[in-house]
C-alpha cells in the first residue's frame, strides 16, 4: 500500500515508514539520511 510519498521510496514497506516517524519525511528522497535503526 502507498500513503502518498512523493518517490520511488513510496514502494517501500509501511513497516519502515513506522519504525521511525522522521525516516517518513526522509523518504520523500534523502536515503541515506534514513536512520540505521529503520533495518
Do not use: C, E, Q
Not at 20 to 31: A, I, N, Q
Amino acid at each position: 500500500m502507498r500513503l502518498g510519498f512523493p518517490g520511488p521510496r513510496a514502494d517501500m514497506p509501511l513497516h519502515i515508514s513506522f519504525s521511525g516517524y522522521k525516516s517518513t519525511w526522509d523518504l520523500s528522497g534523502s536515503d541515506p539520511n534514513v536512520s540505521p535503526s529503520t533495518s
